[in-house]
Structures are given as C-alpha cells and as structure tokens.
C-alpha cells in the first residue's frame, strides 16, 4: 500500500498539492496493476453478458483495453482496425476485450452503426463501465484529459499476469499491428527464453535474430566468442536466430 505523511501546519494549498502528489504516484484508491502484476479479478457486465475477468480467458492470452467514448470517430476507426486482426489474435490464442464508461445499451447500438454503415461486425466483448468503477480501478481516468477513459492497453498473459501496457491519449489511435507484434514478441521471449530487439522482426542491426540475455558470471562472460549457434558483438550482446 501507498502512504505518505502529510507535515502538520502547512497551508491547505500545500496539502491539495500533496495529495495530487499522492494520486500521480499511487495511483487510484488501491492503485492499478503494473507489469508482472497479477490482473485483479472482477465482474463485467459486457455486450456477451456478465463475464468474470481474468476468469473467462483462463489459459489464453488477452487484450483488455480502453476507449474514451462510443459513437466517436477515432474510436470507431480503433473498434473497426482491432476486428479486422481478430483472426491475428486468434491464432496467438489471444482475445480481445474493450472498455468504455458507457452504459451496455449505447455499446450494442454502436456496434450495430458499425455493421450497418461500415460491414463490419464486431465480435468481441465490450465492457459497460457506466459507473467508471472498472476504469478507475486499471488507472484508465487520467485527470488531466476529462473524465472519459484515455487509449490504455492491458496485454495479460495465460496466467493472469500483466505483461505490457501501453497508454495513447483520446486524440490519437493506436497502432493495432503494434499490438499484435508485441503479442507475437511476448510468446517467443516466453518460449525461447530469449528477448527481442527494436522493431522485431524487423530490427536495423540483426534482422528476425533475438539476443541472447547476458551472461550473470566472468565465465561464462568469457566463453561468450567460442561459437555455437550464436554470433556476439560482444560479450554482453549475442544473438541467433530462432
């Protein structure tokens, strides 16, 4: 838990400052999960129904992200880009789940302009968060942009743990190819024990290779340059292909 000691006798101005302090820093009431943390359960009310998160997407990976508003241009351009690379995520065994504080009645009806003007169905699950609870919660409100949530991203791998997050602001629309490469990323670090570089696949330097992480002892340091499957720079920066 957060806690800081506010100094006895300081003006109320210093002290609302303090406390903005404490919100830019803690985070919500119980703070919001940060990497390697575990995504806290709950109960969601969303367009397929009540669905139990993380629950529901027991041994798969999933994407649970936000959007400021229903009816909205950037975000219907965002709801269409992530259902047209559904089928990408399905096939990393990942799923797709939205947010917005809206009530479930103007997400079914959203969705349906979408499919009647654009021929696109969306069929993933949309969470209604009309009470903000659920976006407070994941630190989705940032104060600084008005009460709808911002653009936040949550990747959570199949044991609950959240393994990226990514935050764009209510004007700009995120990268989906994005997303679903740092999917991609995740699963081969994941498997191979390994990390990827810049732009993986793609990276300036060393192509699709992955780097080998660095040696932790003068050891094995010093076998680095013997061969193998390997090609190091140096000690400390090796890489193979998969």
């Known amino acids: 838990m957060c806690q800081m000691e506010t100094p006895m006798g300081k003006h109320m101005e210093m002290g609302m ?14 703070g919001f999960p940060l990497i390697g943390d575990k995504m806290p359960r709950m109960e969601v009310k969303t367009t397929h129904g009540m669905m139990t998160l993380p629950d529901a997407f027991a041994g798969k990976w999933f994407v649970f992200f936000s959007h400021p508003a229903d009816f909205t241009p950037v ?14 995520f399905e096939k990393l065994n990942c799923e797709l789940i939205g947010l917005s504080i809206d009530q479930v009645f103007s997400h079914m009806k959203w969705t349906e302009w979408i499919k009647e003007n654009l021929k696109v ?12 609870k659920i976006a407070q919660r994941m630190g989705m409100i940032h104060p600084g942009k008005a009460t709808n949530t911002v653009r936040a991203v949550f990747i959570i791998d199949p044991e609950a743990t959240v393994r ?56 094995t340091a010093a076998t ?15 890489h193979r292909k998969l």
């Not at 169905?121 to 903000?132: N, T």
């Not at 340059?225 to 400390?236: F, L, P, R, S, Y």
Request: glycine content about 8%; overall charge negative.
């Open 17 to 30: 400052k303090h406390m903005g302090m404490m919100h830019n820093m803690c985070g919500s009431e119980s």
């Open 75 to 88: 975000c219907t351009t965002e709801f269409v880009a992530f259902e047209k690379r559904r089928g990408e």
């Open 121 to 132: 169905e969306i069929k993933f699950p949309i969470i209604a968060d009309d009470q903000g």
């Open 164 to 219: 990226l997050i990514l935050f764009y602001p209510q004007e700009v629309g995120r990268n989906m190819d994005e997303i679903v490469r740092a999917v991609k990323a995740l699963q081969v670090v994941d498997k191979n024990k390994v990390a990827a570089p810049a732009n993986w696949p793609n990276n300036e330097l060393i192509g699709d290779q992955v780097i080998i992480p660095p040696p932790g002892d003068e050891k």
């Open 224 to 238: 680095r340059k013997t061969g193998g499957d390997m090609v190091c720079i140096d000690w400390w920066f090796c």
